[in-house]
């Protein structure tokens, strides 16, 4: 069995799906659209994240308010700043930012600050379910293990 690591980095998606914040919102719905995500990290010409745009994001703040999706950019209803973390993070610090900030997904940074994943809470779910689904495999197989050991033959 391999060694799980729990730095995030080695959970993450790392061909993130970006977006620029002058984009319109119906551009940035069709990219969501085309690449089937959920959510965009907003980048600077740097590739440096500085928002996030949820399509809750659009549905909430564009489309329940009737407002014209053409006449808005993603800098107008992103959610900024953003909250990031960084390569070596383990997943328990991640985690604990996610649930103190309310968010759900969490755009990892180099020490340049340049944008090389995301996490997000499908992620750390997978991982948890893979590291549970073997710790319950290995109590089952130290049981099995001492009852052969342990038979009256």
């Known amino acids: 069995m ?26 940035c719905a069709a990219q969501m659209r085309l690449e089937h995500v959920g959510s965009l990290v907003v980048v600077d010409e740097a590739q440096k994240p500085i928002g996030m745009i949820t399509d809750r994001d659009i549905a909430i703040e564009v489309v329940a308010r009737r407002l014209d999706p053409e ?6 209803i992103m959610t900024a700043p953003v909250v990031t ?7 328990v610090t991640a985690l604990a930012r996610m649930r103190e900030f309310g968010v759900r997904r969490l755009p990892i940074v180099d020490e340049t600050g340049k944008l090389v ?23 089952h197989s130290s049981k099995t293990r001492e009852v052969a050991l342990r038979s009256d033959p």
């Not at 980095?9 to 977006?19: G, L, R, S």
């Not at 006449?71 to 107008?76: G, N, S, T």
């Not at 973390?85 to 997943?91: Q, R, T």
């Not at 995301?118 to 997978?126: A, C, K, T, Y």
């Open 85 to 91: 973390a960084a390569p070596n993070e383990g997943m």
């Open 71 to 76: 006449k808005l950019a993603v800098k107008d």
């Open 2 to 27: 391999r060694t799980r690591s729990l730095k995030v980095i080695d959970m993450a998606v790392h061909e993130v799906a970006t977006i620029k914040a002058d984009k319109n919102i119906v551009d």
């Open 117 to 139: 994943g995301v996490i997000s809470n499908s992620n750390l779910i997978e991982e948890l379910s893979e590291l549970l689904g073997s710790l319950v495999r290995n109590i």
